[in-house]
């Protein structure tokens, strides 16, 4: 039996009125990818918010390492040992590479945590230089370390991002369409990736690119409307009727439904 290293049971959430999430429950397993698909607004990136606690959830449980928890506060995602991307890349134009991606081991995520951690003498914990570097060669990012982020391709960018997440080591990595805006080689070179890191990690990932969701996810989960409608492996979940209507019927999706896959 592989144990559970993320169990999300009943999660709701909302702005204001309306329901951005309602009643879903996901788990994922110790050194296993979950892809999480679905239509633009069912809900996927508000899920990463909830786990990450930049939404405040209405009622669910949170349940990491087999303990039940509150849902984290976002200061308390490095020591639980959790890391994110963004929807899109996000880095610190005033910092370099090296520095946006040791700032990923700050509990506040702050840039200003680089003075703190340069401190007086202007040096930063040795582990810490040489975790980013293995963090930025692991993306095969090695070259741009000196670099600012305005020296980068969008596609680079995605990596460093990439490599911020990955500084602190971390148990749980979600990442929120980290191969959108990529070309087909640098999706490959992502899925490669990620089926490497899954061996040290759990990888919850949102992401429309279904032909890469499929190569790379254990299971699928599909929302919709803020609802989970079905979950499983890839190729029983997509022959789910639910699933189904679901993408046809988001015409504004353009070409999502027939990208479910033959
Ligand atoms: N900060 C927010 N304030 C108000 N509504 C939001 C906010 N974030 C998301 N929503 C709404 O919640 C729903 C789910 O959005 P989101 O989680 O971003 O969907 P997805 O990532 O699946 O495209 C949408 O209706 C969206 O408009
Ligand atoms: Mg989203």
Redesign the pocket.
Known sequence: MSETILSLKNLS????G????SDVSIEVKKNSVVG?I????????????CISGL?KSDSGTFEFEGKVRPFPKPHELVDLGITRTL?GVGLFKELSVIQNVIIGADKNYKPNFMKEIFGLSGKVEAGLVQRAEEALAWVGGSAFIDKKPSDLSYPESKRVALARALVINPKLLLL??PAAGLGQDEIDALAALIKQLKRRCSILI?EHHVDFVREISDEVSV?N??KLIASGHYDEVKRNPAVIEAYLGHSDNSGENSKLGA
Do not use: M
């Open positions: 959430a909302s702005f204001g309306i329901t951005a999430l999480l679905g239509p633009n607004g069912a809900g996927k990136t508000t899920l990463f918010n939404v929807q929120d369409e949102v929302l409307f803020g």
